[in-house]
């Protein structure tokens, strides 16, 4: 069953725990506009791990693969899907120290 995390990574924000809901809207964001690859699966367990900088804003900034699942149409499909994510809501005001927030997303294929 395919499925995405999204988990919080910047460093000194106090409290990024009580922030579960925004990591949930994430989540519910890149999943549902990611178009799987189900030419793959079954062939084996691929985890993709997209790197996100969300403005203060909420417009997406920066987007890139931190870790590759070593399959080019896995990391392919996650990349079109956050190409397709241009903005969400904007980060609290606690988690978007210095103007932005960094939070890697695991797009998980078994």
């Known amino acids: 069953m395919p499925k995405a995390e999204a988990v919080g990574s910047t460093a000194g924000a106090s409290g990024t725990s009580n922030f579960g809901w925004y990591h949930e809207m994430i989540h519910?964001?890149?999943?549902?506009?990611?178009d799987q690859p189900t030419s793959i699966v079954g062939s084996a367990q691929f985890t993709t791990t997209?790197?996100?900088?969300?403005?203060?804003d909420?417009?997406?900034?920066?987007?890139?693969?931190?870790?590759?699942?070593?399959?080019?149409v896995m990391d392919e499909s996650v990349l079109a899907a956050a190409r397709r994510v241009g903005r969400i809501d904007a980060p609290p005001k606690d988690l978007a120290k210095g103007g932005?927030?960094?939070?890697?997303?695991n797009f998980e294929l078994d």
Not at 28 to 34: L, Y
Not at 61 to 71: D, E, K, P
């Open 50 to 56: 997209l790197k996100i900088t969300i403005a203060s």
């Open 58 to 72: 909420g417009r997406i900034s920066n987007f890139s693969i931190l870790r590759s699942s070593g399959n080019v």
């Open 100 to 105: 932005s927030y960094t939070v890697n997303i």
């Open 28 to 34: 519910d964001r890149f999943f549902g506009v990611w």
